[in-house]
């Protein structure tokens, strides 16, 4: 859904996605 690069802050979703 979420890019860590993109959304740092959803880094840890971004992680788990």
């Known amino acids: ?6 959304e740092p802050s959803t ?3 971004s992680t788990h996605d």
């Open 11 to 13: 880094s840890t979703m």
């Open 1 to 6: 859904m979420f890019n860590p690069s993109d």
